[in-house]
C-alpha cells in the first residue's frame, strides 16, 4: 500500500490520495477525523483493514486481519472505535458477532461472539441475541465490551434511542448525491451539467452535489466496442466552481465498466472524496475549513 501527497494549483488537484492492494469495499469515518477501510482482494479471498488520518491520508494502521480471512467487514465505527462483524454462514448474508478495533493501533480491544451489533448512539453501543422465542437487546460500553443494561421485556425504550440515533446520523456533515431530475432541479443546474458534458454521449442517470457555491457531478460514458459484445462505460467526475461557471477539476473514476456506478463520491466538508479504479481513495480540497 502507498500513499501520495500532491501540491494544490490554481485548478484543483488532490489534497492525498491512498491505493490498497485489494478492492475498497467500505470505508467510514470517525468524529475524531479518521477514516476507517475495509479493502477486499477478490482473487485471493482476503480482506483487510486501515485506518487514515483523513486530513493528511496518512496511514494510523493497515494491513489488519484476522482468521477469518473473508467473511468478516466493518459493521459501524463509534467512539473512534471500529465495530466489525462476521457472518452467520458464508452463503447467508446475516451479520453475527462483534468485534472492536481501537482506532488509533488497529488492536483489537474486544469482541463478543454471542452478539449482533444493532445500531449505536453516543459511546454506547446495542446489540441484540435472538432466542427461541424472542429477541433479548443489550447495551454495552462501545470501549470496553462490558454489558450495561439487558432489555428482554420491552424495547419501548430501545426505540426511543434508535430514534434519537437516527437522528443523530440525519446531522453528520455528510453531502451524498442525489439524481439530476430536469423536471425538479434547479435550472442553474441543469444548464452547468449541459454546457460540461456538451458534445459528450451521457447515458445512464447523472448524480450531483451541490455545496457551498460547487457543483460535483459524475456520469457515464459508452466506450469504444471492444469486441466483447457487452457494453462499457467510463465513469467521469466533474467539479464546477458556479460563481465563475467554469470547471476547476476532473477525473475519470473508473474505465470500461459493465454497469453504472452509483453513489460514486461524496463529500465531508472541507473534503470531496471519491475511489478511483476500485483502489484508490482520493480526496480533494474544495471548501474552506
Not at 3 to 32: C, E
Not at 203 to 220: A, K, S
Not at 227 to 239: H, K, Q, Y
Not at 267 to 279: C, E, N, R, S, V
Amino acid at each position: 500500500m502507498k500513499i501520495f501527497s500532491l501540491f494544490q494549483s490554481d485548478r484543483r488537484s488532490p489534497a492525498w490520495t491512498y491505493t490498497t492492494h485489494g478492492m475498497i469495499w467500505r470505508i467510514l469515518f470517525s468524529d475524531s477525523g479518521r477514516i476507517f477501510g475495509e479493502s477486499r482482494d477478490q482473487e485471493q479471498k482476503r480482506v483487510s483493514f486501515f485506518c487514515l488520518d483523513a486530513q493528511t491520508g496518512t496511514p494510523l494502521w493497515e494491513g489488519r486481519e484476522f482468521e477469518e480471512h473473508w467473511w468478516i467487514g466493518i459493521e459501524a465505527v463509534r467512539d473512534d472505535v471500529a465495530l466489525l462483524h462476521e457472518f452467520a454462514k458464508p452463503d447467508l448474508p446475516e451479520h453475527k458477532r462483534i468485534k472492536a478495533l481501537d482506532g488509533s493501533t488497529g488492536n483489537l480491544l474486544w469482541k463478543n461472539d454471542e452478539l449482533t451489533y444493532w445500531f449505536g448512539y453516543g459511546t454506547t453501543l446495542y446489540a441484540y441475541k435472538d432466542l427461541f422465542e424472542k429477541r433479548v437487546g443489550y447495551a454495552l460500553n462501545v470501549r470496553s465490551g462490558e454489558i450495561l443494561q439487558t432489555f428482554d421485556d420491552s424495547f419501548e425504550e430501545l426505540r426511543r434511542i434508535r430514534s434519537l440515533a437516527t437522528d443523530e446520523q440525519r446531522q453528520e456533515a455528510f453531502r451524498f448525491p442525489e439524481i439530476l431530475d430536469a423536471n425538479s432541479v434547479d435550472p442553474l443546474i441543469e444548464a452547468m451539467v449541459r454546457k460540461a458534458t456538451a458534445g459528450t454521449r451521457v447515458v445512464g442517470e447523472i448524480e450531483y452535489v451541490r455545496e457551498q457555491g460547487y457543483l460535483v457531478f459524475n456520469y457515464h460514458v459508452p466506450e469504444t466496442d471492444t469486441g466483447t459484445g457487452a457494453p462499457l462505460f467510463s465513469n467521469r467526475l466533474s467539479v464546477i466552481d458556479m460563481q465563475g461557471n467554469k470547471s476547476v477539476f476532473s477525473a475519470v473514476l473508473a474505465h470500461s465498466v459493465k454497469a453504472f456506478i452509483p453513489d460514486s463520491f461524496f463529500a465531508k466538508l472541507p473534503y470531496l472524496y471519491f475511489i478511483k479504479d476500485q483502489t484508490t481513495l482520493t480526496a480533494v480540497k474544495l471548501w474552506k475549513s
